[in-house]
C-alpha cells in the first residue's frame, strides 16, 4: 500500500511524500518527487508515529479499575479506545 501526504512526521522531521507499507509494516517513505501511484491520499492530514503513552486511568468512559462490573470488557473497551487515539504502546495506571 503506499499513502500520499504532504506531512508524514519521521525521525528526519516534516516529509512531503509517499509512505509505503508492505505487510503491514511501514518499508520506506519517499519524496514527493518519485514516481508513484498512491492507493490513498491524505494530502492534508498529518500522519505521526505512534504514540507511547506512559500514565493514564482510562479513556472513553473505560477504567481499568477492578472495582468495576465485566472488568474484562473494560479492559479490552479501553484498549481499542486509547489504540483509535494513536496509541500504540500503553503504561496504564490501576487507580486503587
Known amino acids: 500500500m503506499i499513502i500520499r501526504c504532504r506531512r508524514i512526521y519521521s525521525e528526519n ?3 512531503d511524500g509517499y509512505l509505503v ?10 519524496p ?3 514516481n508513484l501511484t498512491a ?3 491524505y494530502s492534508n492530514e498529518r500522519i505521526i508515529p505512534g504514540i507511547f503513552d506512559t ?3 482510562g479513556t472513553m468512559g473505560y ?3 477492578n472495582l468495576v462490573p465485566n472488568v474484562d470488557e473494560h ?3 479501553y484498549l481499542k479506545g ?3 487515539q494513536g496509541v500504540t504502546s500503553v503504561f496504564p495506571v490501576i487507580p486503587r
Open 75 to 77: 479492559i479490552k473497551g
Open 63 to 65: 477504567t481499568l479499575s
Open 32 to 34: 514527493s518527487t518519485s
Open 39 to 41: 492507493d490513498m491520499d
Open 21 to 30: 507499507i508492505d505487510d503491514g509494516r511501514i518499508t520506506s517513505i519517499e
Open 55 to 57: 500514565h493514564n486511568h
Open 82 to 84: 486509547v489504540a483509535s
Open 13 to 15: 522531521g516534516e516529509v
